[in-house]
Nanobody
């Protein structure tokens, strides 16, 4: 059974930081591209950051320089370090694991991030 379990969300003031983590089980983690998506109320889900098997990374333009994605294949975890948070970063953040052009595609349950004073 595949499980992706996110943690680390919460309420933070503008300019603050949060670190999201996702623990994966039931998959061969090291062969999956891992990503963080987010969905704000009334908006479509969007890719925030991804990290490939090669460790190459990709970021949404609006988070470049503020967010950093990383993975630990020994611990089957992927993290998203978020800094200089803005109210527009408020959303539910989802962990995703994908391989084989999406043929294998798994999601976590999501964790709420709220940026507000």
């Amino acid at each position: 059974q595949v499980q992706l379990v996110e943690s680390g969300g919460g309420l933070v003031q503008p300019g603050g930081s949060l670190r999201l983590s996702c623990a994966a089980s039931g998959i061969i983690f090291r062969i999956y591209t891992m990503g963080w998506y987010r969905q704000a109320p009334g908006k479509q889900r969007e890719l925030v950051a991804s990290i490939a098997v090669s460790n190459s990374t990709n970021y949404l333009d609006s988070v470049k320089g503020r967010f950093t994605i990383s993975r630990d294949n020994a611990k089957n975890t992927v993290s998203l370090q978020m800094s200089s948070l803005k109210p527009e970063d408020t959303a539910v953040y989802y962990c995703n694991g994908r391989r084989a052009l999406g043929r294998f595609d798994y999601w976590g349950q999501g964790t709420q991030v709220t940026v507000s004073s």
